[in-house]
DNA sequence: TTGAAAGCGCTAACAC
DNA sequence: GTGTTAGCGCTTTCAA
C-alpha cells in the first residue's frame, strides 16, 4: 500500500539547493536556467556565471513536470506517424527518443491506422495538453489542414515531416518542418543505372517524388521506360524485363517491391546483377542478407527524428527554428554492380 | 516571446470543477479518484457517487503531472528495448503507446545499442525519476542483473518482457513478467511440417527454446536433423538440404534468414514449397511479398506491449498483478503447404 | 538587479 | 466521513 511513497535514493537537485548553493532566489535561479533566450537578461552575469556553475557542479536536472504544471501543459510531445511497418519508422522513432531524452521530454507517439487519423490525434493531444506535436501526415496533409491549422491557430506548436521533400504541396507553408530530399532519390538511381549501361527502364511502385525526378533523369539520355505501380504483380514486371533485354535497369521505389520482384525473378532464372539491374529504396535489408545484394537508397530517418523533436522543442521555448532538408544516399551493390559475373553464377559450394 | 502563456481552448477540468459541481471538497474527490485500491474507502457510497457522476459528465482527465509531482518521479514509463530493427519491435511499441495513452502516461523507449546498456538505462531513469521501468533484455537479464536488483531494492517498479518463454533462466524470479510461449512456437513449426510429410530437418539459425521444442517434437518421430546457426551461409544449409532430398523441412528461426534463404534456394533451383518446405518465424513479410509465399509464426507483440504497461501501472497503484502468457500462431503458406504444382511452376504469363 | 510570494493540479497529513 | 492545509518544483508577477 505504502509503495507510492518510496522516494529515489537519489533525490535530486532542485533549484533550492542550486539557490542556497549560489547564494541567491530561487527566481534568479529560474530565470538564469529558463531555456527561454532573453530571460536572463535581467541577472546580472556574475550572478548568472555563479549560478550556473552551481547548476552544473550539482548536475541538476529540470524537472519539466513541474516547469509544464506551471503552463498548464505537459512536458510531452505528441507524435503522429504513418502506421508503416518497418526500420525506417523505428529509426524516426529512435531519433525522437535520443532526442526527447536529451531535452527531458517525453514522447507520446501516435500510429495514423484505422483507429486514429490526424483529426483524432489533434484532438487527443489537445485534450491531453501535449506542449507541442510532430506531424508525419502519410500522404498530402492537406487530408487534415484544417484541424491542423486551427490546432495551430490556437496556439498549438507543431513541426511537419515531409519526407516526399519540398516537391509536394501543403497548405500550412508556414508550419517548420523537415524535409527528405527524396528528388534526390530518384536522380541518385538513375544516375548510378544510366552508369551502369541501363538503357531501357522500368519503374515498380508509386512515390511521385521520386518517380518523377527519376524520370526526368533518364529522359535526358532519351531512355525508354515503363511504370508499374505497385498493385501490379511481379509476373507483369518481368515480362517487360524480357521484352526490354539485357541493359534494362528496374528501379522499385521500396525495398519491399525489390524483394518482392528479386524473388520472382529468381524464380524465374533472372538473376538480378547479371541479366537485368535491380534498385530498391529504403535500405531495408542489411546487404548480407540478399542474394545477390540489393543496391538501396539510404535515408536518414533517425537524423530527421532527432532534428524535428529538436526543432519542436526549440519552438517551444520561443526560440527561431530553420527549416531542415536532408539527403538519401544511394548504397551500390551486387543488384547493379553486377553479379557472379566469373563463373556461371553457383555460389553453392556444390 | 509569449508563445508559452498560450494556453489551450479547451482548458480542462481539475479536481476543482468536480468537487464545485458534486458539492464536497477536493480531498473528497481526489481520494475517490485516485487509482490505487482502498483509498475511497472512507468516503461514503453516495459522495463516491457523486463524484463519479460529475467526473464522468465533466469528462475528467487525470494530471498526471501533478499527481506525480507530489510523488517526486514522473508520470513516465521507461522501456528499455533490445536493438532489432523490425516490425515486431514496432508492434510491441504500438501495444506500449496504445495502453500509455489510455493511462495518461509518457513513454520513455530506449534502444541497447552502442550508446547505452542495461546498466546505462537503469541510471538514466532513476536520474529522470521514472515511475516504473518495462525492461525487454536482449539475452539473459543476468547481464545487468545486479544493478537491476538494487533497482527493485530501492522501490523501482518494473516489468520484465522475455520473449524467450519462461525457460531462460533469471536471477530475479520474483519479477512481474510477460512471457511468449517461444517453446510452443516451435512446436507448432515442427508439428505443421511433419504433417506436410517433411522427415528430414534442417534448422537455421538461434534461439535456444524454439529451437529446443522444434527438436523435441521431431525427435519423438525419429527424424533426422541438422542445426545451422546463423553464422552459415546460405549456401552450406543448400548443400545439406540437396543431400537430404525432397522430403526435407527447414525451420528458419528468423524469417529474415528465411528470406535470405529463400532468395538463395530460388537463386539455385531449388522451389520452397516443392522441392523443399520452407518455414520462417515472425510474419515480417507480408505473404503476398515473397514468391512463394512464406509460411512463419505470427507473434502477438502488440498485446505484449500493451498488457506489460498495463501491468506495470498496475503495479505502480500498488493493484495486484499476475504474470501473463502469450502464444505465438503458425501460419501456413505456400512454402510448406506446396508451390505450383500443376504446371512446370511458372508464375509469369509468358 | 534581486527576492518574496502566489499558484499550477494534485496528494496526504491532520483536524473536525 | 469529510474538509483544511501544506506542500511537490517550478514560473512569474510584483515589490524592493
Do not use: W
Given at each position: 500500500?505504502?509503495?507510492?511513497?518510496?522516494?529515489?535514493?537519489?533525490?535530486?537537485?532542485?533549484?533550492?539547493?542550486?539557490?542556497?548553493?549560489?547564494?541567491?532566489?530561487?527566481?534568479?535561479?529560474?530565470?538564469?536556467?529558463?531555456?527561454?533566450?532573453?530571460?536572463?537578461?535581467?541577472?546580472?552575469?556574475?550572478?548568472?556565471?555563479?549560478?550556473?556553475?552551481?547548476?552544473?557542479?550539482?548536475?541538476?536536472?529540470?524537472?519539466?513536470?513541474?516547469?509544464?504544471?506551471?503552463?498548464?501543459?505537459?512536458?510531452?510531445?505528441?507524435?503522429?506517424?504513418?502506421?508503416?511497418?518497418?526500420?525506417?519508422?523505428?529509426?524516426?522513432?529512435?531519433?525522437?527518443?535520443?532526442?526527447?531524452?536529451?531535452?527531458?521530454?517525453?514522447?507520446?507517439?501516435?500510429?495514423?491506422?484505422?483507429?486514429?487519423?490526424?483529426?483524432?490525434?489533434?484532438?487527443?493531444?489537445?485534450?491531453?495538453?501535449?506542449?507541442?506535436?510532430?506531424?508525419?501526415?502519410?500522404?498530402?496533409?492537406?487530408?487534415?489542414?484544417?484541424?491542423?491549422?486551427?490546432?495551430?491557430?490556437?496556439?498549438?506548436?507543431?513541426?511537419l515531416v515531409e519526407p516526399q521533400g519540398p516537391a509536394v504541396r501543403c497548405?500550412?507553408?508556414?508550419?517548420?518542418?523537415?524535409?527528405?530530399?527524396?528528388?534526390?532519390?530518384?536522380?541518385?538511381?538513375?544516375?548510378?543505372?544510366?552508369?551502369?549501361?541501363?538503357?531501357?527502364?522500368?519503374?515498380?511502385?508509386?512515390?511521385?517524388?521520386?518517380?518523377?525526378?527519376?524520370?526526368?533523369?533518364?529522359?535526358?539520355?532519351?531512355?525508354?521506360?515503363?511504370?508499374?505501380?505497385m498493385r501490379h504483380d511481379p509476373a507483369a514486371i518481368i515480362a517487360e524485363?524480357?521484352?526490354?533485354?539485357?541493359?534494362?535497369?528496374?528501379?522499385?521505389?521500396?525495398?519491399?517491391?525489390?524483394?518482392?520482384?528479386?524473388?520472382?525473378?529468381?524464380?524465374?532464372?533472372?538473376?538480378?546483377?547479371?541479366?537485368?539491374?535491380?534498385?530498391?529504396?529504403?535500405?531495408?535489408?542489411?546487404?548480407?542478407?540478399?542474394?545477390?545484394?540489393?543496391?538501396?537508397?539510404?535515408?536518414?530517418?533517425?537524423?530527421?527524428?532527432?532534428?524535428?523533436?529538436?526543432?519542436?522543442?526549440?519552438?517551444?521555448?520561443?526560440?527561431?527554428?530553420?527549416?531542415?532538408?536532408?539527403?538519401?544516399?544511394?548504397?551500390?551493390?551486387?543488384?547493379?554492380?553486377?553479379?557472379?559475373?566469373?563463373?556461371?553464377?553457383?555460389?553453392?559450394?556444390?
Amino acid at each position: 500500500m505504502k509503495q507510492l511513497m518510496v522516494k529515489e535514493a537519489t533525490s535530486g537537485i532542485v533549484l533550492a539547493d542550486i539557490a542556497a548553493d549560489a547564494a541567491c532566489s530561487v527566481a534568479a535561479v529560474s530565470l538564469v536556467l529558463n531555456p527561454r533566450p532573453d530571460r536572463d537578461s535581467r541577472i546580472s552575469p556574475r550572478t548568472r556565471e555563479r549560478i550556473l556553475a552551481s547548476a552544473r557542479r550539482l548536475g541538476y536536472r529540470p524537472n519539466r513536470n513541474a516547469e509544464f504544471l506551471k503552463r498548464g501543459c505537459i512536458p510531452e510531445i505528441g507524435v503522429f506517424l504513418p502506421d508503416f511497418g518497418n526500420d525506417l519508422m523505428l529509426e524516426f522513432i529512435k531519433g525522437c527518443c535520443v532526442s526527447a531524452k536529451e531535452e527531458a521530454f517525453s514522447l507520446s507517439f501516435c500510429f495514423d491506422d484505422a483507429s486514429a487519423d490526424l483529426g483524432a490525434f489533434l484532438a487527443e493531444a489537445t485534450a491531453r495538453r501535449n506542449c507541442a506535436l510532430l506531424v508525419y501526415p502519410r500522404q498530402d496533409p492537406r487530408d487534415a489542414g484544417e484541424e491542423l491549422r486551427r490546432y495551430c491557430a490556437s496556439g498549438g506548436k507543431v513541426v511537419l515531416v515531409e519526407p516526399q521533400g519540398p516537391a509536394v504541396r501543403c497548405p500550412l507553408p508556414e508550419l517548420p518542418r523537415v524535409f527528405l530530399d527524396d528528388g534526390l532519390g530518384g536522380k541518385l538511381v538513375a544516375d548510378h543505372l544510366l552508369k551502369q549501361g541501363c538503357r531501357n527502364f522500368v519503374i515498380y511502385g508509386d512515390g511521385r517524388t521520386r518517380v518523377s525526378a527519376f524520370v526526368k533523369q533518364i529522359e535526358k539520355k532519351r531512355c525508354r521506360f515503363t511504370h508499374f505501380s505497385m498493385r501490379h504483380d511481379p509476373a507483369a514486371i518481368i515480362a517487360e524485363i524480357r521484352s526490354f533485354g539485357a541493359d534494362t535497369g528496374v528501379f522499385c521505389t521500396l525495398d519491399i517491391l525489390a524483394v518482392s520482384l528479386h524473388t520472382a525473378l529468381l524464380r524465374e532464372g533472372i538473376i538480378p546483377g547479371r541479366e537485368v539491374k535491380l534498385c530498391g529504396y529504403d535500405c531495408l535489408f542489411s546487404p548480407d542478407r540478399l542474394t545477390p545484394k540489393l543496391t538501396s537508397v539510404f535515408q536518414p530517418f533517425r537524423e530527421l527524428g532527432y532534428r524535428a523533436v529538436k526543432m519542436l522543442i526549440d519552438q517551444v521555448y520561443g526560440r527561431a527554428v530553420e527549416n531542415m532538408t536532408f539527403r538519401p544516399e544511394l548504397m551500390p551493390q551486387e543488384s547493379t554492380l553486377g553479379y557472379g559475373k566469373t563463373d556461371n553464377g553457383a555460389t553453392s559450394p556444390k
